[in-house]
């Protein structure tokens, strides 16, 4: 093969987020914009020749093109293998399976998540390790910094790859295999879940069953399991085609987004079960008949009863969650008598204690919840774990919630967005909010007295390393927290999250609609980072 070097001027943008290079696609189209962020990637990596990338994406907007781009950047630059998904299509939990499966070296995920898709929307891509979780952050700073100097990239001349035909081609010494996106995905959800159980619950019709995939990439996933394989009706599947501008639509599973859902879920003849993934399938959103089971309940109720579940039927080795996601699985675990880890957000932070078999399961408050079947967050796991408990246990979502609450207690909580905000007004914020910390401590606002008040850094346990600023948290004497922190993902100005949390112990009172229960709290995070009177807006962008 022809490989040329190509000379490329460096762009000071590539600092990778939360989770991965996310910017607009007209941002991606620039020249040399996505070339020069790949070779940073490869020149920070070591000893790859004739090793095995894995290459697929969410198949939004540009993902087909930037494929083919990245196969001749790789065949270049000399690795021996390339395994894509069909149609370039893998989610984000189906491409770490397959880097761990087939030993490969690392991956290259094409996605921007829940963002928007289409050619004025969001695109992004993201470097897997081998362990098959995102890349950490002294492999993410060092393509960052390789990015500002970059000067060159390598470029075979070949044809563009035909991505739609399952097989093997061989180009030189690059071999290129393209496989089902869906297969090696589906016998994994198949070792870890009792699929005997869920067929007879589904076809039964015990389980009614409704799932949106969005239309994002689950389509396919939900199609193959779901209904092929556990006889759920093809009706139970809504958007399930995957489209490149998901439909004009923000492919993030919550009550707001998706919808419809919603809307059937709190009717008067709901299905049993209905959920949501997002655009790259490692979101969920779990609901039942009248019920929508927030992200950091539903870790906390998955760890309660994962002993129900085949795979982890041992007990788990110890859980972990981000700083912001509710402290509910914090009490499962002391009752379990298994530890707890408190990480920074971003699924890259599970990745350690993972591997060194610390904890099983893990989550986040932002509809991600996963275990150490693979290295991401997984929404169709998620779903088929819910469903798996709801067939042993014989309860509805409700009742299973309910219960939770009642012997645990609940962690009433949400969270307040203001989306793209200006960045110099968002900073001025965070200023502000730094400079009040050391104000805080032992004060007094009505029944909450501030017991700390300070910026969360993280030890990882497991390397050593440190990570600071990762979120402002003021806790009070009866356990509520106020979390602030500005988003790594968002692609125009800045997101503001406020995280707010309070405990209920009384089961009296665990039936309050939360943004009520948690109205003092909401008032005083106003007071705290005046978000409202220095934006001018009157109420968050979104609420979950
Ligand atoms: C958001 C979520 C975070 C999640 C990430 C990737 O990041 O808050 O929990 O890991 O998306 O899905 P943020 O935009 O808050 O940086
Ligand atoms: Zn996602």
């Known amino acids: 093969m022809q490989i040329e070097t190509i000379t490329t001027t460096a762009y000071n943008d590539q600092n990778p987020g939360t989770s991965g290079l996310r910017k607009k696609v007209k941002v991606f189209q620039q020249p040399g914009y996505l070339e020069n962020f790949v070779q940073s990637i490869f020149d920070s990596l070591e000893d790859y020749t004739d090793k095995t990338l894995v290459l697929g994406g969410d198949g939004r907007y540009f993902n087909r093109v930037a494929i083919q781009i990245i196969i001749k950047i790789a065949a270049a630059n000399g690795f021996g293998e390339l395994i894509i998904g069909q149609g370039g299509l893998l989610s984000t939990p189906a491409a770490s399976h397959i880097i761990r499966k087939y030993q490969a070296f690392g991956g290259l995920i094409l996605s921007a998540s ?248 893990c989550g986040e408050e932002s509809f991600g919840t996963g275990s150490n079947h693979v290295r991401e967050k997984d929404g169709l796991w998620a779903v088929l774990f819910w469903l798996n408990l709801v067939a042993v246990k014989r309860q509805s979502v409700a009742d299973i919630v309910h219960e939770h609450w009642q012997k645990f207690g609940r962690d009433i909580y949400c969270r307040h967005d203001y989306e793209a905000v200006e960045t110099p007004i968002a900073n001025a914020i965070v200023t502000h909010l730094r400079d009040l910390l050391p104000t805080l401590p032992c004060q007094v606002f009505g029944e909450y007295i501030v017991k700390y008040a300070d910026e969360f850094s993280y030890e990882d346990s497991v390397d050593g390393s440190i990570s600071s600023q990762q979120g402002i948290r003021i806790g009070f004497e009866n356990g509520s927290r106020i979390v602030f922190r500005l988003s790594g993902t968002g692609t125009v100005g800045a997101t503001l999250r406020i995280y707010i949390e309070r405990f209920e112990s009384d089961a009296a009172r665990h039936q309050q609609d939360a943004q009520v229960a948690l109205a003092e709290l909401i008032d005083l995070a106003e007071q705290f980072c005046e978000v409202k009177k220095r934006t001018g807006r009157t109420e968050p962008d979104v609420m979950t």
Not at 212 to 235: F, H, N, Q, W
């Open 114 to 361: 829940h963002n928007p898709g289409g050619p004025d929307e969001d695109f992004g891509i993201k470097y897997n390790v081998s362990n098959g979780g995102p890349a950490p952050e002294k492999y993410t700073a060092a393509f960052y910094q390789r990015s500002l100097a970059i000067d060159t990239y390598e470029y075979a001349h070949i044809a563009d790859v035909d991505l739609d035909s399952i097989g093997t081609q061989q180009i030189d010494n690059l071999k290129i295999t393209i496989i089902d996106p869906v297969s090696d995905y589906a016998e994994l959800m198949q070792s870890i879940f009792d699929f005997k159980l869920l067929k007879q619950s589904i076809s039964s019709g015990y389980i009614t069953l409704l799932f949106d995939a969005m239309s994002a990439i689950t389509g396919p996933y939900a199609k193959r399991i779901l209904v092929d394989m556990l006889g759920a009706s093809p009706e139970s599947l809504i958007n399930a085609e995957p489209l490149e501008d998901f439909g004009g639509h923000h492919p993030d599973p919550n009550l707001a987004h998706a919808h419809e859902l919603a809307e059937r879920m709190f009717s008067p003849d709901a299905p049993t079960f209905g959920a949501a993934s997002d655009g790259d399938g490692d979101r969920n959103m779990i609901t039942g008949s009248q019920i929508f089971v927030t992200p950091s309940d539903s870790l906390a109720i998955m760890a309660a009863n994962a002993h129900l579940i085949p795979a982890y039927a041992q007990g788990l080795s110890g859980v972990a969650r981000s700083m912001p996601t509710s402290q509910a699985v914090d009490r499962v675990a002391a009752s379990y008598n298994i530890p707890c880890y408190e990480t920074p957000t971003g699924w890259k932070f599970f990745g350690n204690l993972l591997d060194a078999g610390k904890i099983t399961l």
